[in-house]
């Protein structure tokens, strides 16, 4: 949505496993210069987190340090 919440019912599920669907979520962070980025996750219960491939714990609130330039976040549900 506009306000960047995405409804988890929006999203396609695929199976992993037979009783465990997975939803994946993927969005870019662009930053002109080095800084610091927030990242909210309302409910982070259940949810595995990826910054540019590398794996970051889930938290209410997620600090990160980026580089100047496009980050791939990937949220897996």
Known sequence: TVAGD???TDLPRFW?????PLAVA???????TAGKVTLKLPDPAGLSLWVDGVPVAAAAEVRLDLSAGTHTVTVGV
Request: charged fraction near 45%; aromatic fraction near 6%; charge should be positive.
């Open 16 to 20: 992993l496993r037979k009783d465990e």
């Open 6 to 8: 995405l409804p988890l």
């Open 26 to 32: 993927r969005f870019t962070v662009e930053r002109n």
